[in-house]
């Protein structure tokens, strides 16, 4: 009875994984940050959009009307509203985030606000910029942008002949105490957190409306 009560306690958090290419590395990297972030107060899955398979958004109406026509929509409301918090994780493509991650992200609206975020991009710079774009949008949708964003920098000696990581414990090992540290903390922030965090502090001018409003504006 004591570890049901305990395991109803425990955060669900969600670990995206953000690409669907065949020869994807996403899904290596997403179990290493599984493996990074594992605590006995955590309870972590990946959620693997590559097996989700969203097509692009078919849905009539804009996603913070929540009036949901399709079969798959509904499917994907119901698996983000179980979680409490998000780690995004995802490549850096042409200075941006792969487009399977951004049709999951619009696809819904409230299932992600006011839930905890963070970023983990990889690329050949850690995927800054992509990480930047992402915490654009996350903003937007009304989520709150933790301060543990690691850049995972990628390199050529990482990768054997088949471009896939010849061991991911040892290209990722320098990020594995960040990682524990901070995205195992997932979890709501404070208001002070809110208040001082990058996103807070530079991007607020760029949208104080609900998110409701900015759907229906845009
Ligand atoms: C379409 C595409 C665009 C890319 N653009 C960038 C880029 O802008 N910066 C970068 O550092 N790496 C870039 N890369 C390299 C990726 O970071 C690297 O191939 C990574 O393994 C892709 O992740 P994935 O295997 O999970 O798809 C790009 C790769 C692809 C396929």
């Known amino acids: 009875m004591a570890t049901i009560t305990e395991t109803k306690l425990n955060p669900r958090i969600g670990i995206v994984v953000g690409s669907n290419r065949p020869t994807r590395v996403c899904r290596t ?18 959620i693997d959009l590559a097996e989700i398979g969203l097509p692009f958004l078919d849905e009539p109406k804009v996603p913070a009307h929540h009036l949901y026509q399709n079969d798959h929509t509904k499917a994907w409301s119901r698996t983000i509203s179980g979680y409490e ?17 951004k049709n999951a992200l619009d696809y819904l609206y409230d299932e992600w606000a006011r839930k905890p975020v963070s970023i983990v991009c990889y690329g050949s710079h ?8 992402m915490k654009l949008v996350t903003q937007g949708l009304h989520m709150y942008n933790m301060s543990t964003n690691p850049p995972l920098d990628i390199e050529d000696e990482m990768f054997d002949e088949h471009d896939q ?22 979890r709501r922030p404070s208001e002070r957190e809110i208040a001082s965090s990058t996103t807070s502090k530079n991007l607020s001018s760029l949208d104080s409306s609900t998110g409701d409003e900015a759907q229906e504006e845009n």
């Open 29 to 46: 990297v997403a179990e290493w940050v599984k493996r990074a972030m594992q605590r006995d107060d955590l309870n972590l899955d990946l």
């Open 85 to 101: 918090g998000f780690v995004l994780v995802f490549p850096q493509y042409n200075w941006g985030y792969p487009a399977v991650l």
């Open 126 to 133: 850690g995927g800054f910029q992509a990480t930047l774009a």
């Open 165 to 186: 990581f010849k061991n991911v414990e040892v290209a990722f090992s320098r990020y594995k105490q960040p990682m524990q540290a901070g995205c195992g903390g997932v």
